[in-house]
T-cell receptor, first 112, second 117 residues
Framework: DGGITQSPKYLFRKEGQNVTLSCEQN?????MYWYRQDPGQGLRLIYY???????QKGDIAEGYSVSREKKESFPLTVTSAQKNPTAFYLC???????????FGSGTQLSVL | AQTVTQSQPEMSVQEAETVTLSCTYD???????LFWYKQPPSRQMILVIR??????QNATENRFSVNFQKAAKSFSLKISDSQLGDTAMYFC??????????????FGKGTSLLVTP
């Protein structure tokens, strides 16, 4: 089945540590996105990529980094500069029509 | 920047009844899409319905329909014959067209809907 796989489902970060969230898709989509979800805040865009080797900052990119070396993969690194990383992180992709975003099942990141 | 406002943080409805969730948005764009997404307790995001701004006819998907008022920048979701499985967070979202940001969505803060027996 085609879809988006996020791993791990739960992740814990220690102070000063960088952690990487994985996002893989087999839908052959060019565009991929990372959203952060906080209680009562809805979803906010962190980074997006429209094509391999290219990505752009979203509304809340500070403290995060991404790479897009393969069409299928768009990992997100939460750096130690992100002082409030506890949140639910959702990865998504879309085809050229833009008629629908396909979402992964998310990663819950917590700070130890 | 486009803003999406959902003014009802929480709502409750009895099974088999009808409920309407409100959404307003602010934009200077003339061409865009509007969406309603559902997020059940599993936290999986599920597309409920989509409306193209250039279409005057309101979108309908089974028990779900929208009331799209372009001039008023209003996009409400009506759920008919509510079922227990409709219990979820509902997010209204906006996508402008054409775009240099792929097809990124701007989301509202959500409405938590509880369907009671």
């Amino acid at each position: 089945d085609g879809g988006i796989t996020q791993s791990p489902k739960y992740l814990f970060r220690k102070e000063g540590q960088n952690v990487t969230l994985s996002c893989e898709q087999n839908l052959n989509h060019d565009a991929m996105y990372w959203y952060r979800q906080d209680p009562g805040q809805g979803l906010r865009l962190i980074y997006y990529s429209q094509i391999v080797n290219d990505f752009q900052k979203g509304d809340i990119a500070e403290g995060y980094s991404v790479s897009r070396e393969k069409k299928e993969s768009f990992p997100l690194t939460v750096t130690s500069a992100q002082k409030n990383p506890t949140a639910f992180y959702l990865c998504a992709s879309s085809d050229d029509s833009g008629e629908k975003l396909f979402f992964g099942s998310g990663t819950q990141l917590s700070v130890l | 920047a486009q803003t999406v406002t959902q003014s009802q943080p929480e709502m409750s409805v009895q099974e088999a009844e009808t409920v309407t969730l409100s959404c307003t948005y602010d934009t200077s764009e003339s061409n865009y899409y509007l969406f309603w997404y559902k997020q059940p307790p599993s936290r999986q995001m599920i597309l409920v319905i989509r409306q193209e701004a250039y279409k005057q006819q309101n979108a309908t998907e089974n028990r779900f329909s929208v009331n799209f008022q372009k001039a008023a920048k209003s996009f409400s979701l009506k759920i008919s014959d509510s079922q227990l499985g409709d219990t979820a967070m509902y997010f209204c979202a906006f996508m402008k067209l054409p775009t240099n940001s792929g097809y990124a969505l701007n989301f509202g803060k959500g409405t938590s809907l509880l369907v009671t027996p």
